[in-house]
């Protein structure tokens, strides 16, 4: 069974950053397709980047393109997300998932396995 762990700072103020960590406990998966998700407080879970690998580049929803960034450590099995410029709507649960092949997807029936998710709030 994969598993995807889930690590990093959850609490930030407009303007700064936070980074998420995604560790895959599955070394093969560093070449199947990422994504990262989340979910609002009453809201329907959306989607906020993905990768086709760990490594390569990165489609970004539109409410965080130029804001948010992802990246990889080959290495180490880990999948970050780096989120720069935080505003109060980033206030979420944030999920990283994982697909059984490369093929990128923007929607989260497409991925299998999933971290159990980090609560980032954003406040002043």
Do not use: H
Not at 20 to 48: H, Y
Request: proline share 2%; aromatic share 10%; charged share 15%.
């Amino acid at each position: 069974q994969v598993q995807l762990v889930q690590s990093g700072e959850n609490l930030g103020q407009p303007g700064g950053s936070l980074t998420l960590s995604c560790a895959v406990s599955d070394p093969t998966f560093i070449n199947k397709a990422m994504g990262w998700f989340r979910q609002a407080p009453g809201k329907a879970q959306e989607f906020v980047a993905a990768v086709s690998w760990i490594g390569s580049g990165a489609v970004l929803a539109d409410s965080v393109k130029g804001r948010f960034t992802v990246s990889g450590d080959n290495a180490k099995n880990i999948l970050y997300l780096q989120m720069n410029n935080l505003k109060l709507e980033d206030t979420a649960v944030y999920y990283c998932a994982a697909r059984v092949d490369k093929i990128l997807s923007l929607f989260a029936s497409d991925y299998r396995y999933w971290g159990k998710g980090t609560l980032v709030t954003v406040s002043s």
